[in-house]
C-alpha cells in the first residue's frame, strides 16, 4: 500500500515537471524562438503557448522593441592629423527575431564594431572644422551604412546620434580663445555701428532744428515785412488825406496875403476853411447873429 503511493506520487510529480515544462508565456513586443532537438522549429508569439516537453526548448525571448546601444568612446584622426574623440549611441529593433539569434554570433559587439570602423573612417575624411560642422552629415551617413549592414541580421538601425566630438585640450583652448576674439570683434562692431547711427541721428536732428530756425527766421522777417509795408502804407495813405489838403489851404493863404499886402479886396465865403484858419469863424458867427436880431423896419 505505502509502495502503491510512493508510486503514485512519483508519477504525479512527473506530471506536473512535465506540464510545467510545457506551458510558456510570451509578454507583448516579444518573440519566443523554439528549437527541437537543437534545431529552429517555430516563433511562438506573445500569450499562453505550449511546446513539447523535453523535446522542445525555448531557446530564447527576443525583445521587439526599440532599443539603444551606447557606442564606446574613440580616439580618431581627422583629415587634417587632428586627433579627436568621438562617442555616438545608435537605435534600432529586430525586425526578425530568427535571423537576430542565427545570423550574427553576438549582435551587440558586432553593431558596435562595425559603428567604431565607420565612424573613424567618415571622421578620417573630413577636416576638424568639418567633423565639428557635419554632426548631421556624419549621422546620416553612419546611419545608412549600420542599416544596409544589419539588415541581414534581422535588425533595422533608424538613426544614430554623435553625442560629442572632443579635439585635444590645446585645440580646445585655441579655438576658445578665436570664439572670444570673434565675439570680441562683432561687439566691436556693433558699438562702432551704434554710434555711426547714433551720430547720423544727431546730425539728422541739428539740421532739422537749424531748417525749423531757418524757417522760423524766415516767417519773422516776412512778417516784419509786411508789417512795415503797412506802416509805411498808412503813413502815405495819412501824408495823402492831410498834408495835400493842407499843402493846398497853405497856398491859398499865401494867396491870400499877398493880396491883402496890395490891399485888394477878397470875398470869402464862409464855408472855406481859410475861416478857420485866419481866425474869423467867431466874427462872422457874431455878425450873423446880431444880423437876425436887428429888428425889422
Same mark, same amino acid.
Given at each position: 500500500?505505502?509502495?502503491?503511493? !510512493?508510486?503514485? $506520487?512519483? !508519477?504525479?510529480?512527473?506530471?506536473?515537471?512535465?506540464?510545467?515544462?510545457?506551458?510558456?508565456?510570451?509578454?507583448?513586443?516579444?518573440?519566443?524562438? !523554439?528549437?527541437?532537438?537543437?534545431?529552429? &522549429?517555430?516563433?511562438?508569439?506573445?500569450?499562453?503557448?505550449?511546446?513539447?516537453?523535453?523535446?522542445?526548448?525555448?531557446?530564447?525571448?527576443? =525583445?521587439?522593441?526599440?532599443?539603444?546601444?551606447?557606442?564606446?568612446?574613440?580616439?580618431?584622426?581627422?583629415? =587634417?592629423?587632428?586627433? +579627436?574623440?568621438? =562617442?555616438?549611441? +545608435?537605435?534600432?529593433?529586430?525586425?526578425?527575431?530568427?535571423?537576430?539569434?542565427?545570423?550574427?554570433? *553576438?549582435?551587440?559587439?558586432?553593431?558596435?564594431?562595425?559603428?567604431?570602423?565607420?565612424?573613424?573612417?567618415?571622421?578620417?575624411?573630413?577636416?576638424?572644422?568639418?567633423?565639428? $560642422?557635419?554632426?548631421?552629415?556624419?549621422?546620416?551617413?553612419?546611419?545608412?551604412?549600420?542599416?544596409?549592414?544589419?539588415?541581414?541580421?534581422?535588425?533595422?538601425? @533608424?538613426?544614430?546620434? +554623435?553625442?560629442?566630438?572632443?579635439?585635444?585640450?590645446?585645440?580646445?583652448?585655441?579655438?576658445?580663445?578665436?570664439?572670444?576674439?570673434?565675439?570680441? &570683434?562683432?561687439? @566691436?562692431?556693433?558699438?562702432?555701428?551704434?554710434?555711426?547711427?547714433? #551720430?547720423?541721428? #544727431?546730425?539728422?536732428? =541739428?539740421?532739422? *532744428?537749424?531748417?525749423?530756425?531757418?524757417?522760423?527766421?524766415?516767417?519773422?522777417?516776412?512778417?516784419?515785412?509786411?508789417?512795415?509795408?503797412?506802416?509805411?502804407?498808412?503813413?502815405?495813405?495819412?501824408?495823402?488825406?492831410?498834408?495835400?489838403?493842407?499843402?493846398?489851404?497853405? &497856398?491859398?493863404?499865401?494867396?491870400?496875403?499877398?493880396?491883402? #499886402?496890395? *490891399?485888394?479886396?477878397? +470875398?470869402?465865403?464862409?464855408?472855406?476853411?481859410?475861416?478857420? !484858419?485866419?481866425?474869423?469863424?467867431?466874427?462872422?458867427?457874431?455878425?450873423?447873429?446880431?444880423?437876425?436880431?436887428?429888428?425889422?423896419?
Amino acid at each position: 500500500m505505502e509502495l502503491g503511493l !510512493v508510486v503514485w $506520487g512519483i !508519477v504525479a510529480l512527473v506530471v506536473l515537471i512535465t506540464l510545467s515544462k510545457s506551458i510558456v508565456i510570451i509578454r507583448q513586443a516579444e518573440k519566443g524562438v !523554439v528549437e527541437r532537438f537543437g534545431r529552429f &522549429k517555430e516563433l511562438l508569439d506573445p500569450g499562453l503557448r505550449f511546446i513539447i516537453p523535453f523535446v522542445d526548448s525555448l531557446r530564447a525571448r527576443v =525583445d521587439l522593441r526599440e532599443a539603444v546601444l551606447d557606442i564606446e568612446p574613440q580616439a580618431v584622426i581627422t583629415k =587634417d592629423n587632428v586627433g +579627436v574623440t568621438v =562617442d555616438a549611441v +545608435v537605435y534600432y529593433y529586430v525586425t526578425d527575431a530568427k535571423a537576430v539569434k542565427y545570423e550574427v554570433a *553576438n549582435f551587440y559587439i558586432a553593431v558596435s564594431k562595425l559603428a567604431q570602423t565607420n565612424l573613424r573612417n567618415l571622421v578620417g575624411d573630413m577636416t576638424l572644422d568639418e567633423t565639428l $560642422g557635419s554632426r548631421e552629415r556624419i549621422n546620416s551617413a553612419l546611419r545608412s551604412t549600420l542599416d544596409e549592414a544589419t539588415d541581414k541580421w534581422g535588425v533595422k538601425v @533608424t538613426r544614430v546620434e +554623435v553625442k560629442e566630438i572632443l579635439p585635444p585640450k590645446d585645440i580646445t583652448e585655441a579655438m576658445s580663445k578665436q570664439m572670444k576674439a570673434e565675439r570680441e &570683434k562683432r561687439a @566691436t562692431i556693433l558699438e562702432a555701428e551704434a554710434y555711426r547711427q547714433k #551720430q547720423i541721428l #544727431q546730425a539728422e536732428g =541739428d539740421k532739422q *532744428n537749424a531748417i525749423l530756425i531757418a524757417e522760423g527766421d524766415k516767417q519773422s522777417a516776412i512778417l516784419r515785412a509786411e508789417g512795415e509795408a503797412k506802416a509805411i502804407e498808412n503813413v502815405s495813405t495819412a501824408a495823402r488825406d492831410y498834408f495835400v489838403g493842407n499843402a493846398q489851404l497853405l &497856398k491859398q493863404l499865401e494867396v491870400t496875403q499877398a493880396s491883402l #499886402q496890395d *490891399n485888394t479886396k477878397l +470875398v470869402i465865403s464862409d464855408q472855406s476853411r481859410l475861416i478857420n !484858419v485866419l481866425g474869423l469863424a467867431e466874427t462872422i458867427l457874431d455878425a450873423q447873429d446880431k444880423t437876425r436880431r436887428k429888428p425889422t423896419l
